[in-house]
């Protein structure tokens, strides 16, 4: 007992560090995050240390599969230990500019309008249909902002005569050129020919922006040395990953982790970058760099790298200034990654990369490779086929000196970064759906990292699909039976290695941990398997809205309603007591930017004594009337953001989506 209790010390020591002290420190300070990161930081050098020396050099070099296989396990888990080093050194700082902000907006417009500089609004278009494009161009016409100061520019590559007669019914301007060279850099850069404005905005074609962008984004640029001023990216549809595991209301999209906490960090550090969307750029600086670059097929990322080159930096607001399309379907997912995950290691071959462009002080260059892109598929596939291998050969990862080592020395690292993740993002973070999430996109990702690394140029660039939706069921199968592969692998080495006379490893203390990895290793990956069937979803997303109303019914008598939900096409109303009306009849709601909206009753829903009764409604919206609803939903009023995660919920969901119920979690 006195034993176990030794061998747990470190671990408890830990434990006992977090719960005593970070637990109860504000998360949003530089101080304690500092202490935190370092603290985790020297748990895990320990770590590496007992690893080295303990379980990598006293085996002998014999030159077999074992001697091989354990070298190569560990040089993978330096190049994690490499990228948690550069992530921690990230998060240990923070800065909320909020209040700088409202500080900048005040002086900044306090001048007369006439004072002001002039912006122009890039909406860089491929292929979207216009369902997506008018609500991007309608915001952009509404931002708050004066109008003879501000230019929308529609930066149309396929050159479609009805979207001309569409901006030009607008007041949108139509841009068109005679190639395509570039792809979207090259649209862009077009654009700045025919163009003027000291201030170049850009919104994809799937992003909205709120109302107030400019006022909250321009002021900045008061600092001469601000080349490029980045939002984040916040999505008003659930990306596939929410959708197929039956989370969309209780799991936060995917990038939430990078816009919400790193980003933020990094902007402490000056090391923030441009992510194309949702960013205001100064002219002066694009033209000091030559316009956007495009030798990568990101561009955003080089046009940071290339202004860092000239003395400009980038700098982060964490606020909602926009809201756009997330990927609707594994296809997009994957085209949009990939592109995200080439592109960032083309960088590390160029001449303005992190590793060679001039201007670059030594931090800067390391916080601008690639390391994420390049190692966390990779460890996440070693992770996976570790005990595996070793059920199968035998061969161990390690040379391995007993549990008790593993407890002293792993558990404490594995202990640690789950409580920091847990405190640094405690609302975007659970170890394993997060890891299923990973171990998902490392089936088609990892080949994504090795065809960049041998041939990081010759792919064309590739526009995310977006209005596609997705209608009906789908599934991928590539990626599941890879997963179902490694599920069938991991199980039957486990029932081999049950049976004495099948048993392919001697007996030994690694096998209880690998059993134990293995089981860790078949749940996630059966997490994982699910997020390959895909859910059907409508191309029409609803706002929650809870706003007061008041509707006249065909008996022309006004009751008072709730709007709880509402889209473009229609939306839903709550009375709290029956009303006189019924399906196919006409009722007519007056609310905020509406003052009398005719609509259709689509459904009535009788409820539980106590409970409000729901109306379903539908209506047509069209010219004037659809644009002022179009800026009410997709503005600044609404969002779909998920604020706290609730893991019985999370649970729940997952479990009655694996057993094949079709209930969402609420």
């Known amino acids: 007992m006195v034993q176990h209790l030794v061998n747990l010390g470190p671990t408890l020591f830990v434990a006992a560090f977090f719960f005593l002290f970070t637990l109860n420190w504000p998360r949003d300070r530089t101080w304690t995050r500092a202490i935190t990161c370092t603290f985790v930081l020297l748990v895990a050098v320990r770590y590496l240390g007992w690893r080295f020396f303990h379980t990598v050099l006293p085996y002998p070099a014999d030159r077999s599969f074992g001697f091989f296989w354990t070298w190569f396990v560990f ?9 948690i080093l550069l992530f921690l050194v990230a998060m240990s700082r923070y800065v909320d500019r909020h209040a700088e902000a409202d500080r900048l907006e005040r002086d900044f417009f306090a001048r007369p309008s006439d004072g002001l500089p002039t912006v122009d609004v890039f909406i860089p278009t491929y292929n979207e249909p216009l369902d997506v494009l008018e609500r991007t161009i309608v915001g952009a016409l509404a931002l708050d902002f004066p109008r003879d100061k501000l230019n929308v520019y529609v930066l149309d590559d396929k050159r479609r005569d009805w979207l001309r007669e569409y901006c030009e019914s607008k007041g949108a301007i139509h841009v068109t050129r005679p190639d395509n060279s570039h792809a979207k850099a090259g649209n862009m850069n077009n654009g700045l020919t025919v163009s003027s404005g000291e201030f170049v905005a850009i919104f994809d074609a799937d992003f909205v922006p709120y109302r107030n962008f400019l006022r909250r984004t321009l002021p900045f640029f008061e600092d001469p040395t601000i080349g490029i001023v980045q939002t984040p990216q916040h999505f008003f549809n659930k990306d596939p990953v929410q959708s197929n595991l039956s989370l969309e209301k209780v799991w936060p999209d995917e990038q939430r982790l990078f816009f919400d906490e790193m980003a933020t960090s990094r902007d402490a550090w000056d090391v923030s970058f441009c992510c194309g969307s949702c960013s205001i750029a100064r002219r002066s600086a694009i033209d000091a760099i030559g316009g956007f670059p495009h030798d990568s097929i990101t561009e955003d990322l080089l046009t940071t790298l290339a202004m860092l080159n000239k003395g400009y930096k980038t700098r982060y607001l ?40 001039p201007g670059l002080n030594l931090f800067q260059r390391v916080m601008f490779i690639p390391l994420s892109w390049l190692v966390q598929y990779t460890v996440r596939f070693v992770i996976l086929i570790v005990p595996a291998i070793y059920l199968w050969t035998g061969a161990a990862p390690l040379y391995f000196t007993g549990t008790a080592d593993i407890v002293r020395y792993q558990l404490p690292v594995l202990v640690g970064y789950f409580l920091l993740m847990g405190w640094l993002t405690p609302t975007r973070y659970l170890p394993l759906i997060s890891s299923a999430v990973g171990t998902f996109a490392t089936f088609r990702m990892l080949p994504v990292v090795l065809s960049s690394l041998i041939k990081p140029f010759g792919v064309p660039f590739k526009v995310t699909p977006k209005g596609s939706g997705n209608e009906e069921s789908a599934f991928d199968a590539y990626t599941f039976f890879s997963i179902a592969f490694w599920i069938a692998v991991t199980s039957l080495g486990l029932i081999v290695n049950i049976v004495p006379e099948w048993s392919r490893i001697g007996e030994g203390e690694f096998s209880v941990v690998s059993a134990y990895w293995a089981v860790v290793n078949i749940v996630v990956l059966m997490i994982a398997s699910l997020i390959c069937f895909e859910k059907p979803r409508p191309l029409v997303e609803s706002f929650s809205t809870n706003e007061r109303a008041l509707v006249l019914g065909v008996s022309e008598t006004y009751r008072e309603a709730r709007i709880v939900s509402l889209s473009l096409e229609g939306g839903i109303a709550e009375f709290a007591t029956p009303p006189d009306l019924r399906s196919g009849e006409h009722m007519w709601i007056e609310m905020d930017a509406f003052p009398h909206l005719r609509c259709k009753v689509e459904k009535v829903v ?34 779909q953001d998920i604020h706290d995660l609730d893991k019985s919920a999370i649970a729940g969901g997952v479990w009655s989506r694996m057993f094949g119920r079709s209930a969402q979690a609420a």
């Not at 040089?75 to 990228?83: K, P, R, S």
């Not at 009788?606 to 997709?634: H, N, W």
Request: some cysteine; charged content about 25%; aromatic content about 10%.
């Open 318 to 357: 964490n606020e909602r200034l926009s809201m756009g399309l997330a990927a609707e379907n594994l296809k997009g997912y994957f085209v949009q990654r990939g592109r995200w995950c080439r592109g960032g290691i083309q960088t590390i071959y160029l001449h303005n990369g992190p590793l060679r462009g």
């Open 75 to 83: 040089c993978v888990e330096i190049g994690a230990f490499a990228d």
């Open 606 to 639: 009788q409820s539980e004594a106590g409970k409000p009764v729901c109306v379903k409604f539908s209506y047509t919206l069209d010219g004037a009337c659809r644009d002022r609803m179009i800026v009410k939903l997709y503005t600044g009023r609404y969002s």
